[in-house]
């Protein structure tokens, strides 16, 4: 479990637009696995960027 989880991004949505969330954690072991869901729906359209 990582010991900071920050998320930022859009606090509002408008039906039909994109919006912009982004998850940011530090380090852990096992590395941590972020999902996303919208309701019950997990959304797989999401991109990972890995930083040290």
Same mark, same amino acid.
């Given at each position: !479990? /990582?010991?900071? =989880?920050? $998320? *930022?991004g859009?606090?509002e949505?408008?039906?039909? #637009? !994109?919006?912009?969330m982004w998850? $940011? #954690?530090s *380090?852990?072991n /096992? /590395? =941590?696995?972020?999902r &996303? &869901?919208l309701?019950?729906?997990? $959304?797989?359209t #999401?991109? +990972?960027n890995i +930083? !040290?």
């Amino acid at each position: !479990e /990582p010991s900071n =989880v920050e $998320l *930022s991004g859009s606090s509002e949505a408008i039906e039909g #637009t !994109e919006v912009n969330m982004w998850c $940011l #954690t530090s *380090s852990s072991n /096992p /590395p =941590v696995h972020i999902r &996303w &869901w919208l309701g019950f729906k997990e $959304l797989n359209t #999401t991109d +990972t960027n890995i +930083t !040290e």
